[in-house]
């Protein structure tokens, strides 16, 4: 029983004081003051009943994060999906779902079988998706109907652009069919010179050309355009620009079935963290302007951006410590993803808690069509409880690699507890 937290729960529109039970792996009872019955007590089965005292915490649904790159197989060294899990169920997520660019990327059922079986051993739920070509290679399509029935969650060529554009409308076309979502990495790789810095004054300092923003802005019009076109369900990942804000806005309007995701460091830092932090700021698309940012915040607000996903991307010490061109892009998010949302658009006056957890649950589970995203009776107790006033320092990790730009600082919102399927699968109580 978790007595006298602040449940909140966007399925319900629910925020107050609730008790809650679990047991049999589901939500047994939510309410007031509640006490066991007979019935409850038949359900339970004999087990013995802990009490754990919330007062002061929040309890949400387990967080959702539809973006993580688990490095498995292939590349071990930077992360694996038992790693990959512990630091999710860390940072309160119950759900995470893969990436494809692994090596060989995951274009069959062997790919999927895989990561569903590692995945098992695991307490967190593991999904992933699959390629959208047959080795990232952005010429032939996969066989996207065997890969829906052997489990994948969704498709993307993440990492990759896909600049055929027949290909993006069969793609399309056979995923509209099996109402399946397709996910986009956006960047037109004529606009880009060098990846992981926007085109602008911080890339003049460095003596570099960058990427533009056109890059993406480019390569989002013609996607949403062409989901309208053809019905698909489409994912536009990681937006940087206030004009690819600004055109998926647009494009719901028209009544166009296009989701978008905003990364925890595209909203919390500009093109100027590169100088301060270097290779642990360079990513793909790269850190833009306070504007851009500015905008990226708006659309989380307004639903433009209805989802909020870390783009976790581990990467080795040695493989950072390089000059900047020669680094690889993207950062670690797993454990830091909520107090970022909480130092970034709660506390600072942008979105509701409310709304920050929407985002980071109730919507990726609406996209993916997945269990999960609301506390509800008789649903699977997947939950996590975190303080939200309390300050932690983020000097340790469970993932393989630590390249972040908060690795060493102090962080507020601590995740207490993660509950998964009924079972603790994290606990941060000291």
């Known amino acids: 029983m978790l007595r006298n937290v602040r449940l909140i729960d966007p399925a319900s529109k629910t925020d107050g004081i609730r008790d809650i039970i679990i047991t049999d792996r589901k939500f047994l009872k939510i309410g007031i003051g509640l006490v066991l019955d007979a019935s409850m007590l038949a359900r339970a089965k004999g087990e013995r009943l802990e009490i754990i005292d919330c007062r002061g915490l929040v309890a949400a649904p387990g967080l959702i994060d539809v973006h993580v790159h688990m490095r498995d197989p ?14 999710a169920a860390a940072g309160g997520f119950t759900t995470i779902i893969g990436m494809a660019n692994t090596n060989p990327p995951i274009d069959d059922e062997a790919g999927i079988l895989h990561v569903l079986t590692e995945g098992r051993k695991t307490g967190i739920r593991v999904k992933t998706c699959a390629t959208i070509t047959r080795g990232m290679a ?47 990495h956006e960047e037109d790789p004529e606009c880009v010179k060098e990846c992981g810095v926007n085109h602008g004054s911080v890339s003049e300092q460095l ?17 949403c355009r062409l989901a309208g076109e053809y019905g698909a369900i489409i994912n536009i990942q990681h937006l940087s620009t206030k004009e690819g804000v600004d055109i998926v806005r647009k494009a719901k309007k028209l009544g166009i079935k296009v ?10 830092l500009t093109q100027e963290a590169v100088l301060k932090y270097g290779t642990n700021a ?3 698309p790269p850190l833009r302007t306070q504007e851009d940012r500015l905008a990226i915040i708006a659309g989380i607000d307004d639903g433009t951006i209805d989802i909020i996903a870390t783009d976790h991307a581990p990467h080795t010490r040695e493989e950072k410590r390089v000059d900047f061109v ?14 970022l949302g909480i130092m970034n658009l709660v506390d600072s006056g942008y979105i509701s808690l409310t709304k920050l957890i929407s985002r980071m649950s109730l919507a990726p589970a609406k996209l993916y069509n997945l269990e999960g995203g609301m506390v509800k009776e008789d649903a699977p107790a997947d939950i996590v409880v975190f303080d939200p006033e309390q300050v932690w320092f983020y000097d340790k990790t469970f993932s393989k690699s630590s390249n972040s730009p908060w690795f060493k600082s102090k962080l507020k919102g601590k995740v207490v507890l993660t509950i998964c399927n009924g079972f603790i699968v994290y606990d941060g109580r000291e």
């Open 282 to 284: 360079k990513m793909n």
């Open 138 to 184: 952005g010429k032939e399509l996969v066989d996207m109907k065997h890969l829906k029935e052997c489990g994948a969650a969704g498709f993307t060529d993440d990492g990759k652009p896909l600049v055929d554009i027949e290909l993006v409308k069969e793609a399309m076309k056979t995923a509209a069919k099996l109402k399946m979502p397709l996910s986009f």
């Open 207 to 223: 003596g570099l050309y960058g990427a533009e923003a056109m890059a993406e802005i480019k390569m989002i019009e013609r996607d």
């Open 326 to 339: 020669d680094a690889p892009s993207g950062i670690t998010g797993l454990e830091t993803s909520l107090s």
């Open 74 to 87: 292939g590349f071990t060294h930077k992360e694996s999906i038992l790693t990959a899990a512990a630091a």
């Open 259 to 268: 989701h978008a995701e905003a990364t925890p460091h595209h909203f919390s």
